[in-house]
């Protein structure tokens, strides 16, 4: 199953938490404390919450689903939580980017999602610097647009849309100056 779709953990979870991964087995750890599981408990699909693994301590984005019985109560959680960094190296090799191209994604708390540069997962917007902090605040005040902004003393221009699935803003675009259009 992992090698026909993407990397990661693939796992059931009972209602307790107690859950098994189709690498190892049955874990040690326990999902009960995890917001997403206890949503998906609820009934509730689960589409990319970012979480350090308790099985692998990577980080990943949890995708999880519940398990209704024939009664329709949900009697466990089916998931996978997908390896990030082996995400974005899919993406970024898939679509061929040269160096001055990057994408990335972000969630509601300007955590990166995905990154062309992997380094970068999970740090937050503020991490980054005071201008990509400010890039982010007004990235999240609108579905889709272009912005411009510098890191690491070099300019960034980006397209950005947010996913209706994830919730996650998408950028798509250059480091360096952007040529004049005409």
């Not at 519940?66 to 939580?81: C, E, K, Q, T």
């Amino acid at each position: 199953m992992s090698e026909a779709n993407l990397s990661g953990v693939y796992w059931y979870a009972r209602p307790d938490g107690s859950y098994w991964t189709l690498e190892a087995g049955k874990a040690e750890a326990n999902l009960a404390d995890r917001s997403y599981f206890q949503r998906a408990l609820r009934g509730e699909a689960v589409l990319g919450e970012l979480v350090v693994s308790k099985s692998t301590a990577a980080n990943v984005g949890v995708v999880a689903m519940p398990v209704r019985g024939r009664d329709g109560a949900v009697s466990g959680v089916i998931g996978v939580s997908v390896y990030l960094d082996q995400l974005s190296d899919r993406l970024r090799e898939e679509m061929g980017l040269s160096e001055d191209v990057l994408f990335y994604a972000f969630d509601e708390q300007n955590r990166l999602a995905l990154h062309s540069e992997t380094e970068k997962l999970f740090l937050r917007a503020g991490e980054l610097g005071p201008q990509v902090e400010e890039a982010f605040r007004e990235i999240q005040t609108r579905k889709e647009g272009v912005i411009s902004y510098t890191l690491e003393d070099r300019p960034r221009t980006v397209v950005f849309r947010q996913s209706p699935v994830t919730g996650w803003w998408y950028a798509f675009g250059v480091i360096g100056d952007v040529p004049p259009q005409g």
